[in-house]
T-cell receptor
Framework: GAGVSQSPSNKVTEKGKDVELRCDPISGHTALYWYRQSLGQGLEFLIYFQGNSAPDKSGLPSDRFSAERTGGSVSTLTIQRTQQEDSAVYLC????????????FGEGSRLTVL | QKEVEQNSGPLSVPEGAIASLNCTYSDRGSQSFFWYRQYSGKSPELIMFIYSNGDKEDGRFTAQLNKASQYVSLLIRDSQPSDSATYLCAVNIHLTGNQFYFGTGTSLTVIP
């Protein structure tokens, strides 16, 4: 696609439910990143993929969070048993090369946990 | 200690003035440095990157890098109201993987 695509754009869920957030990176981009941004805050690193493998999962806040990437393309971030503190905008970004440049961001998925 | 630190502002400058945004980083293994602009309710977009010590100019924007002092700055000349946004500094640390760490951002308002 022309840009990074994320879905859903908005998700409202009840505490304790599971949610899945999807990211479709720019075609040919090998690196994919997930960040979380709470209201008025900076970007909190969650995880990144190089191809289908995740060399760094250190940013995942708890074992309720998991992510996978298949076929070197689409990635899914899953949050189990959601809590109110999980409410944030989840941003996905992709990059063409490993050790340089530019992250291209999607429009984000806004998650609200009631 | 956070990997990347920025003054959160808000920073206000009059239209036509120079806006100066600063960022410090803690990891000497940092090798690539980026400035992103984020409008309210939108995603970040890249405006500048710099790899080497010194200045790099692109139109009204100049990025400055000083690895010895571990800081990177962004100057915006002839500031315009459309420059009002949050500016995020990001650092890419290659030696421990390929993480991009972001600062919390500096909010800039250009007053007409």
């Amino acid at each position: 696609g022309a840009g990074v695509s994320q879905s859903p754009s908005n998700k409202v869920t009840e505490k304790g439910k599971d949610v899945e957030l999807r990211c479709d990176p720019i075609s040919g981009h090998t690196a994919l990143y997930w960040y979380r941004q709470s209201l008025g805050q900076g970007l909190e690193f969650l995880i990144y993929f190089q191809g289908n493998s995740a060399p760094d999962k250190s940013g995942l806040p708890s074992d309720r969070f998991s992510a996978e990437r298949t076929g070197g393309s689409v990635s899914t971030l899953t949050i189990q048993r959601t809590q109110q503190e999980d409410s944030a905008v989840y941003l996905c970004a992709s990059s063409q090369r490993v050790n340089t440049g530019e992250l291209f961001f999607g429009e984000g998925s806004r998650l609200t946990v009631l | 200690q956070k990997e990347v630190e920025q003054n959160s502002g808000p920073l206000s400058v009059p239209e036509g003035a120079i806006a100066s945004l600063n960022c410090t980083y803690s990891d000497r293994g940092s090798q690539s440095f980026f400035w992103y602009r984020q409008y309210s309710g939108k995603s970040p977009e890249l405006i500048m990157f710099i790899y080497s010590n010194g200045d790099k100019e692109d139109g009204r924007f100049t990025a400055q890098l000083n690895k010895a002092s571990q800081y990177v700055s962004l100057l915006i000349r002839d500031s315009q109201p459309s420059d009002s946004a949050t500016y995020l500094c990001a650092v890419n640390i290659h030696l421990t993987g390929n993480q991009f760490y972001f600062g919390t951002g500096t909010s800039l308002t250009v007053i007409p």
